[in-house]
């Protein structure tokens, strides 16, 4: 390799068009997801306090917020939903009235080239906030994996074009693919939560989706931070239950997961930016610490440079229209 001054590094660096020609990683809007909260009502709009410009949505709502997302477009939404009843197992999950089955109905009708992936977990459902039937004070896995699978199966009937469990218990993909094979929906494809770490990241989302879980904390099945092989290990495992895609949640403080994940397989891979990511960056841009586009994007292609194909954000909006204006 030529050493200095015959190999200078700042040619390629010196106007916009250059850095332009050679960039290595570039970001799409097609390649963003952005998260939706669904509840019941008509016109309905609930601000999330600690997720500045997210509010929980209804329908009506939710179709004309995804509609402009998809028109500066975005790929695709990602659903949760917030039911009028919770009990201990999370019944309305599976209602094939809920909020997101409606949601999906309505989006599928409405905008129909977005994709629509949704939420598979029962701490939205259930009045004790956790992920799944308790026994003894804690999750029961084998317990949980049906309603799991009654849950993806009634989102694959509503239309979903992907089904994303993210409840980390252990088989919960196989159940679900054995379920939707059983319904008719072998088509449907699974993008696992395959890699989703246990910490405090997730707080404001825990606000917007009212799933704070009423006793204890969720480490009993969600990864350990500390863990990048047994990240591995989940992933292999959820490969061979049959999953289409893999995720690894958060993004930011596990880019180093991200691409050993991508290395160590080659599957399509989303990485989710959540919540305490997004609101720490919106927080510091509000007080005029950072300039909050810039590092929006700049989060954003890091992420993809680690090896994410799919990006989860709640900036996709906003970066869509960013990447629409044009590469700076």
Sequence with gaps: MAMFPEYRPRRLRRTAPLRRLVRETHLSASQLVLPMFVR??????????????????????????????????????????????????????????????????????????????????????????????????DVDNDATLDLLAREAVSHAAAGADIVAPSDMMDGRVGAIRGALDDAGFAHTPILSYAAKFAGPFYGPFRDAAESTPQFGDRRSYQMDSANADEALREVELDIAEGADMLMVKPAGPFLD???????????????????????????????????????????????????????????????????GRGER
């Design 40 to 137: 019941p009502g008509h016109r309905v709009r609930v601000p999330v306090d600690s997720m500045p410009g997210v509010a929980q949505l209804s329908v009506d709502e939710l179709v004309r917020e995804a509609a402009a997302a998809a028109a500066a477009g975005v790929g695709g939404v990602l659903l949760f939903g917030i039911p009028e009843h919770k009990d201990a197992i999370g019944t309305s999950a599976w209602d094939d009235q809920g909020p997101v089955q409606q949601a999906v109905r309505a989006l599928k009708r409405e905008v129909p080239d977005l994709v629509v992936i949704t939420d598979v977990c029962l701490c939205e459902y259930t009045d004790h906030g956790h992920c799944g039937v308790l026994k003894d004070g």
């Design 257 to 323: 997961v991200i691409r050993r994940v991508k290395d160590a397989t080659g599957y399509p891979l989303a990485a989710y930016q959540v919540s305490g990511e997004f609101s720490m960056i919106k927080a510091a841009a509000e007080r005029g610490w950072i300039d909050g586009e810039r590092v929006m994007m700049e989060s954003l292609l890091g992420i993809r440079r680690a090896g994410a194909d799919v990006v989860i954000t709640y900036f996709a909006a906003e970066a869509a229209a960013v990447i």
